[in-house]
């Protein structure tokens, strides 16, 4: 059967792996440092995804430059501990097994840093499954559609890709990179108890049904 896609894209954050304890202790960690008022517990899970400077800036009203610092804590917290903190959501060794078995290439394109991405993806054994990895600068100068576009680029596939995410960024970088797009519902943005306009599934095992369904 022929396939419908030649490169499968994914997120990091909530897709691959439940990194939201290593986050939350890397902005507790930026606070501390920056001397910045403690947020309240709930606003935390606002800082998983985005790239943090443009988060500390959001949230914390800082300027750009006292961002960076923040961001640069932040980085150095998810570098050092947030790394082993992170769990790999059930089933996802065996999809990644599975797709590189069947023939597909297979990227990450995230929003965190490339250093922290492929760090995680290492302690977890699973970096060299994929074709490519690409993450955030440490200037936060790409969007999720450039990060996309990259992975793309790298691994000479043009057209025929999908992007797996659980966030709003994820699906609309894809729709700007002219890829389709899956939602996964267990991670942290999207509510699984919601009719996205878009595929979806609550599991890592439902990710497959959409890619050879």
């Known amino acids: 059967m022929k396939r419908k896609y030649d490169l499968v894209i994914f997120d990091l954050d909530g897709t691959l792996l439940n990194t ?6 890397s902005v507790r960690y930026a606070e ?5 008022n403690p ?3 709930e606003r935390l899970k606002e800082f998983v995804g985005p790239p943090p400077k443009s988060m500390y800036m959001k949230v914390y009203g800082l300027d750009e430059e006292k961002a960076f610092e923040a961001a640069k804590f932040h980085r150095e917290y998810g570098r050092t501990k947030a790394i082993y903190e992170a769990v790999l959501y059930d089933g996802v060794l065996e999809l990644l097994k599975g797709l590189k078995n069947r023939g597909y290439k297979l990227a990450v394109s995230t929003l965190k840093g490339q250093k922290i991405a492929e760090a995680v993806l290492e302690n977890f054994e699973i970096a060299k499954y994929f074709d490519v990895i690409v993450g955030m600068d440490e200037k936060e100068s790409l969007t999720k559609c450039m990060t996309i576009k990259l992975a793309m680029d790298c691994v000479n596939v043009s057209q025929k890709a999908v992007m797996i995410g659980d966030s709003q960024y994820d699906h609309d970088g894809a729709t700007e990179a002219g890829i389709d797009f899956i939602g996964v519902t267990y991670g942290f943005g999207f509510d699984n108890n919601y009719m996205h306009p ?15 369904g």
Not at 20 to 25: D, E, L, V
Not at 32 to 36: C, E, I, S, T
């Open 39 to 41: 947020i309240a517990n």
């Open 32 to 36: 501390k440092n920056m001397g910045l």
């Open 20 to 25: 939201s304890a290593g986050i939350f202790n």
């Open 198 to 212: 878009f595929k979806s599934t609550d599991t890592v095992y439902g990710i497959l049904n959409f890619l050879e």
